[in-house]
């Protein structure tokens, strides 16, 4: 059972778990320095990949590596949260906890609708996790099932685990769908050190026949981690569709450290075959990672939903939060759409993100020439944006946020490469590890056309998606409590701003 009470004047949550053998009472206030006021975190402790996603009856539950002990990454288990609305979660207690032999490391949860495992113990489907066992005193993982036939409130691990043994040390995050053509579940995880991933088919979810490999392909400078792969609809392309694999990769991203690729083809049921070699990267920021989708969204509804841990392995176990360490994204939307000829992944942020937006500002047609400030009303430390400009004579056009007269973050537009950047050298605090100042790019757009950026600006956090979804860049920020301006600017020559929209956005711990 779990109570989490919210006090208005206090915004503070007390968190009791009351499970059958454990009783914890935790407290967190929401007025943190750095505390995200729209994104999940734990209330306190560790918190890194997303894990377990799966929609069933009314609730999409987010399930989470957690430390339940420490505010560094270790004692590795299942933490839980569920919501109605993507928006705002609910704490639930430990979903799977580490053992003394185990630690439960990262993997997905599917509604098993017609009792293929024999776990339901009564006419309501069972949830089923599929996750890697990791053995800190032996060198081996391998894959677990757990299930649940109260709503994902408490898992028992299954009698015969392991179902998966390949006797390797490396060999995890597996995420399981069901393929409705061939009637069987399919199951894509990884060989980080082979930079491989592996498929496997069952129809029970406990017994796994292996399909097929894919990799090294694209970029195998890092290992791999947490796979995913699902089929896509092209807009704008009525009745066409593309699988997307995508895997995360341990260090050596496009911005440096950890980040996400993805490959666009086609799924038979056995064999993934790309539609390219070269790399796809799935956004030029530094703090997007382990991003998994959720499985068993009704077909009414369509979407397919993910999101991604906000951190990256170069300074992940260093961010100066307290008493938590961990953030995950806001959800985002997934569809493909064709430029120049490929197909590229879009990422656009879920429409129920727009139950925060309360105020409302917007100025328009402005000629822009230095740093102009909108004025007090659009400033803000959680905000949403919406910003067009025509670049014009300029050589850089953009805007800062978290502004006061030494910090901002700058996201705007180098005219002369048709590049978008995110330059978050001045930020706040950024000495609390060497490698996270930094200032990154993404490729070139055109440098005639309109610059279209959607923002999400969070006490901690800012997600750029620039033209259309197809450009994003993710990043941790630690500002100062008192820079909450905004202001927008044109270096070189004059710019034309053809919009801003700015919307201050509720806390959802309100
Ligand atoms: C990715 C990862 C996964 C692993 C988990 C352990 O961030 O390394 O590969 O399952 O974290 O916490």
Redesign the pocket.
């Known amino acids: 059972m779990s109570l989490q009470v919210r006090t208005s004047l206090a915004v503070s949550i007390l968190f009791i778990c009351l499970g059958d053998s454990q009783s914890i009472a935790q407290e967190a206030t929401y007025q943190e320095q750095y505390r995200p006021q729209f994104h999940f975190s734990p209330a306190v402790n560790w918190m890194?990949?997303p894990?377990g996603m799966v929609y069933y009856d009314g609730e999409y539950h987010l399930l989470y590596?957690h430390n339940p002990e420490g505010i560094q990454?270790g004692h590795?288990s299942w933490g839980h949260a569920v919501s109605t609305d993507l928006v705002h979660w609910t704490h639930l207690p430990l979903a799977i906890p580490e053992t003394d032999s185990t630690?439960a490391?990262?993997?997905s949860a599917v509604v098993d609708w017609q009792n293929s495992s024999g776990f339901a113990t009564s006419d309501k489907p069972p949830l089923v996790a599929i996750?890697?066992a990791?053995y800190p005193n032996q060198r081996k993982?391998n894959q677990y099932i757990a299930y649940s036939n109260d709503r994902g409130r408490t898992w028992t691990p299954y009698e015969n685990n392991p179902v998966i043994d390949i006797g390797m040390a490396d060999f995890?995050?597996p995420k399981v769908f069901w393929y409705a053509p061939e009637e069987k579940w399919v199951m894509v995880v990884?060989l980080?050190l082979e930079r491989k991933l592996h498929f496997y088919a069952s129809v029970n979810l406990k017994d796994w026949e292996f399909l097929s490999s894919f990799g090294p392909s694209g970029n195998a400078d890092g290992?791999w981690?947490?796979p995913d792969l699902f089929e896509l609809k092209v807009e704008n392309e009525p009745g066409v569709s593309r699988w997307v694999l995508q895997v995360?990769q341990?260090s050596e991203a496009i911005a440096g450290g950890?980040g996400g690729q993805y490959f666009v083809g086609y799924f038979d049921g056995t064999t993934f075959t790309p539609d390219h070699l070269d790399t796809y990267w799935l956004e030029y920021g530094r703090d997007f990672?382990?991003a998994v989708s959720w499985s068993d969204i009704p077909a009414e509804d369509g979407r397919r939903i993910w999101l991604g841990?906000m951190n990256n392995?170069l300074y992940a176990n260093d961010l100066p939060t307290h008493p938590w360490r961990g953030v995950q994204s806001i959800p985002r939307s997934l569809t493909l759409r064709r430029t120049g000829g490929e197909l590229r992944l879009i990422q656009r942020p879920v429409e129920e993100l727009q139950i925060l937006r309360r105020d409302h500002f917007r100025i328009e047609d402005q000629l822009l020439t230095g740093t102009m400030d909108p004025g007090d009303a659009f400033g803000g430390k959680a905000l949403e944006i919406l910003a067009e400009f025509q670049p014009g004579e300029s050589e850089e056009v953009g805007l800062r946020v978290h502004v006061s007269d030494d910090e901002a973050t700058i996201i705007g537009f180098d005219t002369q490469y048709g590049e978008i950047f995110v330059n978050g050298r001045r930020s706040g605090n950024i000495d609390f590890h060497p490698s996270f100042p930094g200032s990154h790019r993404g490729p070139p757009q055109g440098n005639d056309g309109p610059v279209r950026l959607h923002i999400f600006v969070d006490w901690s956090s800012i997600e750029v998606f620039a033209q259309d979804g197809s450009l994003v860049f993710t990043h941790r920020i630690f500002p100062r409590m008192e820079s909450d301006r905004i202001e927008l600017y044109a270096k070189g020559g004059p710019a034309h701003l053809v919009s801003l929209d700015v919307w201050k956005l509720d806390s959802i711990w309100k």
């Open positions: 890194n990949d894990n590596q990454w590795m630690m490391f990262s993997g996750y890697t990791h993982q995890r995050d990884a980080p290992i981690e947490c995360d341990g950890s990672y382990a841990w392995w």
